[in-house]
């Protein structure tokens, strides 16, 4: 199962994830459960396009993941790492992917011969590589200009007219909001979406600078994030605590610059069992 991690923060921020080579730390994670390729983009003051980084392998072969994200600084993370559905692993197909000054990762399956059908000549011709969750990124995208630039209501004609799909899970940013929406056809525990809202100053000062998962121990350390206010989302809790909220199935959580988040359902869950 792939896995999404997004971060909004007020200020940037440094993301370091634990190094440690034991099956569950985060490396470990990206052994031969997600073995087909990692991925982070982040956003530079200054500069409007996202830079990313992604290899077409394991994080847990990775030489170069250790010194990226020790060293990365940014309000707005995406990161995710990949067991592939659709596609043979390569930069092209690796996570997350980027047109103009968007960014996008998905967890999941689409149909993607539907969806080329679908998309016109400029987002067609935009796709690079042969997996589903690009063709499904531009088929977003291509809604969102259709509704005039309006990020929801596009994501709404977008994933309501699929009809086949097994997850349709993704993280979006377009450089000052982070989007993530959940959805599954079935398997509702495998693909689950969470988010955290971090305020040190306010009522979340539970929240650590260090977060272990309960699940996997992946562990992220920031010293910054120590002092600031956030957002994370995961497609895990990252802790055992009651703070992580839950995306409800056909539901899409908006962040905004200033933290400020929303919940808006935008399809009904249609969950077999």
Not at 68 to 75: D, E, I, M, P
Not at 138 to 143: C, D, K, M, P
Not at 147 to 170: E, H, M, P, W
Not at 192 to 199: A, P, W
Request: aromatic share 8%; with cysteine; proline share 5%.
């Amino acid at each position: 199962m792939c896995r999404l991690l997004g971060v909004l923060a007020d200020k940037p921020i440094d993301m370091e994830f634990s190094m440690g080579t034991a099956p569950n730390s985060f490396v470990g994670f990206g052994d031969d459960r997600n073995p087909d390729g990692w991925g982070m983009g982040w956003y530079e003051s200054g500069i409007d396009t996202p830079r990313i980084f992604k290899e077409p392998l394991a994080a847990v072969e990775s030489e170069k993941l250790p010194h990226l994200v020790a060293g990365t600084f940014s309000r707005i993370f995406a990161c995710h790492v990949r067991k592939s559905t659709c596609g043979n692993p390569s930069i092209a197909n690796t996570h997350p992917f980027r047109h103009g000054n968007w960014l996008f990762a998905h967890n999941g399956a689409v149909d993607r011969g539907v969806l080329l059908d679908r998309l016109n000549r400029e987002h067609r011709d935009a796709v690079q590589g042969d997996t589903d969750s690009e063709t499904y990124f531009h088929w977003i995208l291509q809604n969102i200009e259709e509704q005039a630039g309006d990020v929801a209501s596009g994501i709404r004609c977008a994933v309501t007219a699929l009809d086949k799909y097994t997850g349709l899970n993704f993280i979006l940013s377009d450089g000052e909001r982070l989007y993530a929406y959940r959805d599954a056809s079935r398997r509702r525990n495998h693909y689950s979406l969470f988010f955290l809202k971090r305020n040190p100053f306010g009522e979340d000062t539970s929240s650590p600078d260090r977060i272990e998962s309960c699940q996997t121990d992946a562990i992220i350390h920031s010293a910054r994030l120590r002092d600031e206010r956030a957002v994370m989302i995961c497609s895990e809790k990252l802790t055992g605590d009651d703070v992580w909220q839950e995306i409800p199935l056909g539901s899409l959580l908006t962040v905004n610059r200033d933290l400020r988040t929303e919940l808006t359902e935008l399809n009904a869950p249609r969950l077999r069992p």
